[in-house]
């Protein structure tokens, strides 16, 4: 059974404080392993996919690594605005972008505070 | 472009009522899929579709019925609505060659 675990449960930083998010999993076959970002009443919205151990993807202060068994989100110098729930998902074989099913962890509520 | 719409996006039902979720996309994608997002739970799959006339079950798919006669919608339904199905749904859509699933807006359901 695939398995994706996120910690912390929750973060508070001071605008300007680096930190990293964990995501853990255990699947047999990864196809994909996907980063969302989810704000209050909406719908989660893409950040990343990463494929093979070793590859990683940045966008503005966002940068996501991957290893065989965890992915680490790192947040450089974050501002109030990246306040919001990082959901860490991964997919097992199938193909395309995931709609055919993905394994969601709980989430990392991250508040930034000005 | 309105990329994956859901309707409604709120709902109250009274116990053994039915009703459906609606889900539409204009993007053209061939997979969508259907999550339910509880407290402490984080999303689980109900049921997905790799494409018109296909659907299969996810992790959560009793008490929800699905069907795909069209690329473009996927509609959820629930025949006899239970207090433990009150969540938050979320549809979502992919193209098969795609690196990522686009999300709707989510349909907030409570059972009473």
């Known amino acids: 059974e695939d398995q994706v675990t996120q910690s912390p449960e929750a973060l508070r930083l001071q605008e300007g404080e680096s930190s990293s998010l964990n995501c853990s999993y255990t699947v047999s076959g990864l196809r994909g392993l996907f980063w969302y970002r989810q704000d209050p009443g909406k719908g989660p919205e893409f950040l990343f996919t990463?494929?093979?151990a070793g590859e990683e993807k940045e966008k503005e202060r966002l940068k996501a690594t991957l290893t065989k068994k965890e992915s680490f989100l790192h947040i450089t110098a974050p501002k109030p605005e990246d306040s919001a729930t990082y959901l860490c998902a991964v997919q097992a074989g199938g193909s395309g972008g995931g709609a055919d099913g993905l394994t969601f962890g709980k989430g990392t509520h991250l508040i930034i505070q000005p | 472009n309105a990329g994956v719409t859901q309707t409604p996006k709120f709902q109250v039902l009274k116990t053994g009522q039915s009703m459906t979720l609606q889900c539409a996309q204009d993007?053209?994608?061939?997979?969508m899929s259907w999550y339910r997002q509880d407290p402490g739970m984080g999303l689980r799959l109900i049921h997905y579709?790799?494409?018109?006339?296909?659907?299969d079950q996810g992790e959560v798919p009793n008490g929800y019925n699905v069907s795909r006669s069209t690329t473009e919608d996927f509609p959820l339904r629930l025949l006899s609505a239970a207090p433990s199905q009150t969540s938050v749904y979320f549809c979502?859509?992919?193209?098969?060659?795609?690196?990522?699933?686009?999300f709707g807006q989510g349909t907030r359901l409570t059972v009473v």
């Open positions: 993007m053209n994608h061939e997979y």
């Open positions: 990463l494929y093979s």
């Open positions: 979502a859509s992919s193209s098969f060659d795609a690196t990522e699933a686009f």
């Open positions: 579709s790799v494409g018109a006339g296909i659907t």
